[in-house]
Nanobody, 115 residues
């Protein structure tokens, strides 16, 4: 199982980014995919998840409104669109897949929001 995130970088407040996570080594279309983020000194928090072929999505209440998760099963890629970024969104963003019986993580992509 391999998960490779990309798309992070520096962005000014109010800007947007689209993160990508390319998956390999497992049945991607049947797997629920998740995005998490982590800042130094804080626990990793879930941003969103999207369920296999159905495409059903879920966002914690604190993440509703500015985050959009999507997937392209043909490309084995899951995306995270982040709009109206603010400084509190500065974090390393990770994608995650549960492939029985283990949880797998990518290496993360850094998002920095500052003026």
């Amino acid at each position: 199982v391999q998960l490779v995130e990309s798309g992070g970088g520096w962005v000014q407040p109010g800007g947007s980014l689209r993160l990508s996570c390319l998956a390999s080594g497992f049945n991607f279309s049947r797997s629920t995919m998740r995005w998490y983020r982590q800042t130094p000194g804080k626990e990793r928090e879930m941003v969103a998840f999207i369920i296999n072929d159905s495409g059903v999505t879920h966002y914690p209440d604190s993440m509703k409104g500015r985050f959009t998760i999507s997937r392209d099963n043909a490309k084995k890629t899951v995306y995270l669109q982040i709009d109206n970024l603010n400084s509190e969104d500065t974090a390393v963003y990770y994608c995650c897949a549960y492939v029985y019986p283990s949880l797998f993580w990518g290496q993360g992509t850094q998002v920095t929001v500052s003026s």
